[in-house]
């Protein structure tokens, strides 16, 4: 089985410009997660998304935004970027089992960004 | 504070050791408790996954949660340079939103 695909690798950016990028989940993974790595502040929750709908979300500005498309797959977006969002950017999915039942989640290899 | 404590290290441990990685946490709520090892330029990979208190095995990796004292840990037996890594815990909280450790970077020397 496939893991989870992030696109592309790597990116650099200049400051505020817009980016894209792109997840497809493991395969029969309905929910989403968005995860942004630094070295300071470590790795912190983005947003989730579930049937192309935003459950949960984290503590970003509104310039972070995502959404998730009814094949699962799933992309974010980060408008008039700063020098500080330069970052790991992860994407991770997980099974939604019967009765709620939690499945753990499974992390792509992440998108690096680079804004100067 | 934050809701959850890891060493960041280094450690460093010679070849065939025991490693024993612990994380500490605040919030009683939280109920699954994970182990992730990142390798440099790849995402976290999941080790271990628990519910609630008490020990899971798999090979190597002995995962222990003692809710009572919001303590968890990692254990590796026989550990090998190819275990060099940083190992991250996270605890769920609400939908699929992970808290994590700082990680702590783990060196085994031959």
């Known amino acids: 089985k496939a893991g989870v695909t992030q696109t592309p690798r790597y990116l650099i950016k200049t400051r505020g410009q817009q980016v894209t990028l792109s997840c497809s989940p493991i395969s029969g993974h309905r929910s989403v997660s968005w995860y942004q790595q630094t070295p300071g502040q470590g790795l912190q929750f983005l947003f989730e998304y579930f049937s192309e709908t935003q459950r949960n979300k984290g503590n970003f500005p509104g310039r972070f935004s995502g959404r998730q498309f009814s094949n699962s797959r799933s992309e974010m977006n980060v408008s008039t970027l700063e020098l500080g969002d330069s970052a790991l950017y992860l994407c991770?999915?997980?099974?939604?089992?019967?009765?709620?039942?939690?499945?753990?989640?499974?992390f792509g290899n992440g998108t690096r960004l680079t804004v100067t | 504070q934050k809701e959850v404590e890891q060493d960041p290290g280094p450690l460093s441990v010679p070849e065939g050791a025991i490693v024993s990685l612990n994380c500490t946490y605040s919030?009683?709520?939280?109920?699954?408790f994970m182990w992730y090892r990142q390798y440099s330029r790849k995402g976290p990979e999941l080790l271990m996954y628990t519910y609630s208190s008490g020990n899971k095995e798999d090979g190597r990796f002995t995962a222990q949660v003692d809710k009572s004292s919001k303590y968890i840990s990692l254990f590796i037996r026989d550990s090998q340079p190819s275990d060099s890594a940083t190992y991250l815990c996270a605890m769920r909280s609400g939908y699929n939103k992970l808290i994590f450790g700082a990680g702590t970077r783990l060196a085994v020397h031959p």
């Open positions: 991770a999915s997980s099974q939604i089992k019967t009765g709620g039942q939690n499945s753990p989640l499974h």
């Open positions: 919030n009683s709520a939280f109920q699954y």
